[in-house]
């Protein structure tokens, strides 16, 4: 795949949707979870879509229930816990696997594009890193994604350009939103 815009997914009613409606765009691509200590992740997220999507900036939100079934809810249950609790307004597409034999296509090109580099410094990022290798051990080499709310940023020519940890301060993505924008 060349870019982001080869790749089909399905929204949340199960319809294809092909990424190249979002050409030309900033994209940030986002694996999220309703039940996850990174949840509130939400706020900061849905803050930076109302204030950049008129720039042209788009979030796809893709949930994920494979670390510690932390999205177990039907797509329409994540969609209305979203909106009601964060009031999200950018595109929440179908759940979704993002590692190992079922993982979604379009994790594995992101994650191959962009490859896990680290949780980072300090107690809280070692204890995540700890527990992540224990949850992803079962997907071996196709363990693309460490953990919930991992953020790939995508320039608008559909190429990816920074990967974001969960444990990555949402201030400095938006800084490299707004610098790609």
């Known amino acids: 795949m060349a870019n982001i815009y080869d790749f089909t997914v399905k929204d949340r009613k199960g319809n294809e949707v092909n990424l190249k409606e979002y050409e030309g765009k900033v994209i940030l691509v986002v694996n999220t979870a309703t039940g996850c200590g990174f949840t509130p992740h939400y706020n900061p997220l849905e803050k930076m879509y109302k204030e950049l999507k008129d720039k042209g900036f788009e979030i796809l939100d893709f949930p994920c229930n494979q670390f510690a079934g932390q ?78 709310f991992t953020k790939f940023l995508v320039d608008r020519k559909g190429n990816v350009i920074a990967r974001f940890e969960p444990t990555e301060d949402m201030a400095k993505v938006k800084e490299a939103v707004e610098a790609v924008l």
């Open 71 to 148: 999205a177990p809810g039907s797509d329409d249950e994540i969609h209305e816990f979203c909106t009601m609790k964060f009031g999200t307004e950018f595109p929440q597409f179908g759940k979704i696997d993002v590692n190992g034999d079922t993982a979604d296509p379009l994790f594995a090109w992101l994650a191959t594009e962009k490859p896990f580099a680290g949780f980072g410094k300090g107690l809280k990022n070692f204890t995540l890193e700890k527990f992540s290798n224990m949850n992803n051990k079962k997907y071996g080499d196709k363990a693309y994604i460490k953990w919930n």
